[in-house]
Every structure is written in structure tokens, then in C-alpha cells.
Nanobody
Framework: QVQLVESGGGLVQAGGSLRLSCVASGRTFSSYGMGWFRQAPGKEREFVAGIRRSADNTYYANSVRGRFTISRDNAKNTVYLQMNSLKPEDTAIYYC????????????????WGQGTQVTVSS
């Protein structure tokens, strides 16, 4: 069982930056692949970024590639999402998730989810 708690969301102007954190409970964090998803009002949850357990493999949605960076610190049981050059269309609730150690773009491949943190980008 893994519990995930996100933080770092907030209100930022377009072009600004935010860094999201997700802290996991349990001793097996390093065995999981981790992902970030987001859900805007009236839209389906969508994949944002993922990272393999060894952190040597990261992958991104086309909409955020080059602007967002996912990283992890297994010693701190934490995964991060650095978000730069934010746009109003990045406004959403951001969720972190834990699942199998594979390149997983679909939410169905993740077993554990946090409660989410709101990111709002004003124009």
C-alpha cells in the first residue's frame, strides 16, 4: 500500500513557474514507476509526465515536453514536477500516481493516486 500526498500548487501568471512535490509513504517507493496526471474542469484526466523507478527514463505528453521536468528522489520518497513557461491551458488539478515500472501513459496502469493539488494559471 502506498499513500501519496501532493503539494506545491497555486496561482501563477502565464509564463511563470511552479514546482509540485509528491511524497509517498511506505518503504517500496523506489520500486514504483511514478506519473503526473492532470484534470481540467469538464475534461478527462490526462497524462502529463512519467518517470521510471531508476529515474533514467522520463517521458512526457507532447503538450508539456520542453516546459515540464519530472524527477524523483528515492531517498526522500518524493517525485517532483517542475513546471516552467506555464500557460492558462495548464490550469487543472494535478495528481501524482504510482504504478508498475514501465512507460505508462494511461491512468489504468497506475494503482495508487494522491488527492491532487490545484494549479491555476492566469492570463
Amino acid at each position: 500500500q502506498v499513500q501519496l500526498v501532493e503539494s506545491g500548487g497555486g496561482l501563477v501568471q502565464a509564463g511563470g513557474s511552479l514546482r509540485l512535490s509528491c511524497v509517498a509513504s511506505g518503504r517500496t517507493f523506489s520500486s514504483y514507476g511514478m506519473g503526473w496526471f492532470r484534470q481540467a474542469p469538464g475534461k478527462e484526466r490526462e497524462f502529463v509526465a512519467g518517470i521510471r523507478r531508476s529515474a533514467d527514463n522520463t517521458y512526457y505528453a507532447n503538450s508539456v515536453r520542453g516546459r515540464f521536468t519530472i524527477s524523483r528522489d528515492n531517498a526522500k520518497n518524493t517525485v517532483y514536477l517542475q513546471m516552467n513557461s506555464l500557460k492558462p491551458e495548464d490550469t487543472a488539478i494535478y495528481y501524482c500516481a504510482a504504478g508498475r515500472d514501465q512507460n505508462a501513459y494511461s491512468a489504468r496502469w497506475y494503482d495508487y493516486w494522491g488527492q491532487g493539488t490545484q494549479v491555476t494559471v492566469s492570463s
